[in-house]
């Protein structure tokens, strides 16, 4: 099967496992394209991450969600990086559980091709154009979508337990990008 991985590194050859915020060390694939390209556009320090896409109905084509105006010009104009192409059989990877398209690998994993990205904006909007990929802008988005996003955002600074750590990078986004987000975790 053909994987993708994105990311900001140049010259892989062999894409190992690293340490995210999951249970051990992994690396990251995707059967979509568009998806590595996501990450190459994290708008926050690892070991956090902040990728707001999805699927609906089923449908394979991945959407970005702006949970704010204008957030994916913001977090991927001039942002450049690299898709990585792996050749791998079944038997190295393990689906990942809540995304139906993430693949994980324990073992290193040869890269086949590399495609480089100049402009992860660019890119992302040729996708939308060939049908690849929407893009759920904020205006868009009903008061209830809006909710259940922020919501998903409030579990996962208190999964975090980011009230202890309100200056690592991900809380510090909330704060700036989202602070009515930040005011519900702090209040709940």
Not at 86 to 113: D, G, M, W, Y
Not at 133 to 161: H, N, P
Request: hydrophobic fraction near 35%; include cysteine.
């Amino acid at each position: 099967m053909i994987l993708y991985h994105g990311s900001n590194t140049a010259n892989i050859k062999i894409l190992k496992p690293n340490q995210a915020d999951h249970d051990r060390p992994y690396v990251y694939m995707t059967t979509i394209d568009v998806v590595a390209a996501f990450y190459l556009c994290n708008a926050v320090e690892r070991p956090y991450y902040w990728f707001p896409y999805g699927f609906e109905n089923g449908n394979s084509v991945p959407i970005y969600h702006e949970l704010y105006p204008n957030a994916l010009k913001e977090v991927s104009d001039g942002v450049s990086g690299y898709i990585y192409e792996v050749h791998a059989s079944e038997e190295q990877v393990i689906p990942f559980k809540n995304i139906p398209c993430a693949r994980l690998a324990t073992e290193p994993v040869e890269v086949a091709e590399c495609i480089r990205v100049e402009n992860a904006y660019d890119l992302l909007i040729d996708y939308v154009n060939q049908g690849k990929m929407r893009i759920g802008r904020f205006e868009d988005k009903s008061a209830k979508q809006l909710e259940w996003w922020y919501s998903t955002c409030v579990e996962y600074l208190k999964e975090k337990k980011m009230i202890e750590t309100p200056d690592c990078s991900y809380a510090v986004f909330i704060k700036e990008k989202l602070p009515q987000v930040w005011e519900k975790y702090i209040n709940s």
